[in-house]
């Protein structure tokens, strides 16, 4: 199913925000005024995903220090004036502690002060400790009990941060029955512009997947205003396709798998017919950091 690009893969969990403050204002003003029509309908964000913060800054897995990775990123996603940023799951080293979401608030401070930080839910993340931690999160929350789903709206295009939390700390991920029925009477709704999702389990038939990956299909395959869903946990960074939606598989922030995959996050360039996503690695295989990958929504 998922066809080209890097490399093959496999796993992980999500965060908070602040509303648009008024640095990001000012940013965006700066912005327009050189801005093309073209520009003004684009939307600019800096994708990170399995970030895996612990409590303790010094601890390392794999050689990697993910408090190191996130202090060397948080100041390049800045210099990017990004309009906002997203962080697809597993915010939290493993089991989403309150001690890892406070480590994780401290770190991306700066980071929320030039834009809102819109905060998905992975497998190592903890719901209600991430609440307790997070209290007034960007974008706005939509009303599926138990679930922390996230849409964020912009003219040329509509952000849906999809929550797959099923069980902390363990692998597999499910949408259930109340995100999934609150998606088929949304999705009719929200046709006026593209819309992509955001989600952090991978979409294959695996055990450590998403469980109800092929439901997600279904439910989605009659709404041509979908174009994309990106998605983290395995560590690989990988386009593909399915159903005519492309699928984006972030790469980690915290640590790879294996020594072949970068890790970093990815600045893109949301358009009305697609996106341009520009690798950013900070470790692990750097040799496309730099290069820029254009999708075409179909
Ligand atoms: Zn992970």
């Not at 929320?112 to 307790?132: C, Q, T, Y």
């Amino acid at each position: 199913m998922p066809i080209l690009l890097h490399r093959p893969s496999n796993r992980r969990d999500f965060l908070k925000t602040t509303t648009l403050g008024g640095a990001a204002l000012i940013l965006a003003a700066g912005r327009s005024a050189a801005a093309t029509d073209a520009g003004a309908s684009e939307f600019h964000l800096a994708l990170l995903s399995d970030t895996h913060i612990p409590a303790d800054r010094t601890e390392v897995y794999r050689d990697f220090n993910p408090c190191d990775n996130l202090d060397r990123v948080v100041p390049q996603v800045i210099a990017a004036r990004p309009e906002g940023v997203v962080l697809c799951g597993d915010a939290a080293r493993l089991e989403g502690k309150l001690e890892d979401y406070r480590q994780l608030r401290a770190q991306i401070e700066p980071l929320a002060a030039a834009a809102p930080v819109f905060i998905g839910l992975g497998n190592h993340d903890d719901r209600a400790s991430f609440r307790k931690v997070f209290t007034s999160p960007a974008g706005t929350l939509a009303a599926i009990d138990g679930k922390h789903v996230t849409v964020i709206e912009h003219p040329g295009v509509r952000v849906v941060v999809l929550d797959s939390l099923l069980y902390p700390n363990r692998v597999a991920g499910l949408l259930g029955k109340a995100q999934r029925a609150w998606l088929t009477s949304s999705l009719p709704t929200l046709a006026d512009r593209p819309l992509v999702f955001f989600v952090h389990h991978t979409l294959g038939e695996g055990d450590g997947d998403l469980l109800d990956a092929d439901r997600l299909f279904t439910i989605v395959r009659p709404h041509r205003h979908v174009k994309a869903i990106f998605y983290g946990h395995s560590h690989v960074w990988e386009l593909g396709e399915r159903d005519r939606l492309q699928l984006i598989n972030l790469p980690s922030l915290g640590y790879n798998f294996r020594d072949q995959d970068p890790i970093g996050w990815v600045d893109a360039r949301f358009r009305s017919d697609g996106v341009s996503l520009t690798l950013r690695a900070v470790g692990g295989n750097r040799t496309d950091d730099g290069k820029t990958f254009d999708v075409r929504w179909i």
